[in-house]
Structure formats: C-alpha cells, structure tokens
C-alpha cells in the first residue's frame, strides 16, 4: 500500500508505512468494527468500518452540528474525548459492544488516545 504511493513528505511517507502495516493486521466485522481515527491540525474524524462488506456503521467528528455546539471553545483532547464518547454512544445503540482500535498509523498518544478514552467510557471493550 505505502510502497505504491509515492509521497514527498518524509513524515507523511512514515504514516502511511505505518498504515499499511497496521492494516495488514487489523479488519472490523459487523459485530466487531474496526474503530478507525484520522486526526488533522484542527479536527478529530473517527468512524466505525465493517471491512467485510465495506460499509461505515458509525461516524463522528467535531464538525458535525449536534457535537460542534458542545465542543465549541475546549481544548482539541477534551474535544477528542467527546467525539470518543460520542461514537461509542452510536455504537451501543446499534448494540455493537467490542470494537478493534485503528489508529491509522498515528502515534497512540493525545488525541488519539483521547479517543479511545472517551470510546471505552461510552462502554465500548477493545
């Protein structure tokens, strides 16, 4: 995957390594999602995948209109954590308990970390 896209940035080309290495290993199923969390400068985008039939069970991001409001004037971890907890609470209500956590080559540390918090909170086993 990383070694047919040619990408500049060496940064860049170290995630996307890291990626595809990770995505070797790691495939959500219906009953248990693969949670995957895209983090850029401004926002926080997670989604649950069932990668068997190609289909995005749940979404959530700061920019959506019912978390925009709530999130509005905190700090982008507490914002994480609020869209963790926010897409645990979807996944709950679609009676999905246990999901596989996806980090999408990013490092497990603030933000993304702050996400999986805020998913186990909601009551999500990973």
């Known amino acids: 995957m990383a070694g047919h896209i040619k990408i500049s ?3 860049a080309r170290k995630r ?6 990770i995505r070797l ?3 959500g199923t219906a009953e248990r999602p693969r949670l ?6 401004r926002h926080v985008y997670v ?3 069932d990668d068997i039939s190609g289909r995005v069970l749940a979404a959530a991001s700061d920019l959506e209109e019912t978390l925009s409001k709530t999130v509005a004037g905190k700090p982008k971890k507490e914002r994480a954590r609020m869209i963790g907890e926010a897409i645990g ?6 009676n999905i308990q246990a999901v596989v956590f996806d980090r ?3 490092i497990y540390h603030g933000r993304v970390k702050e996400v999986a918090d805020g ?8």
């Open 16 to 21: 996307a390594k890291r990626k595809a290495s």
């Open 9 to 11: 940035n060496p940064k």
């Open 36 to 41: 995957s969390v895209f983090r850029s400068a």
């Open 25 to 27: 290993r790691v495939t």
């Open 89 to 94: 609470k979807k996944l709950i209500a679609q």
């Open 119 to 126: 998913a186990r909170l909601a009551g999500l086993q990973f």
């Open 104 to 106: 999408n080559g990013f």
């Open 47 to 49: 989604q649950a995948v």
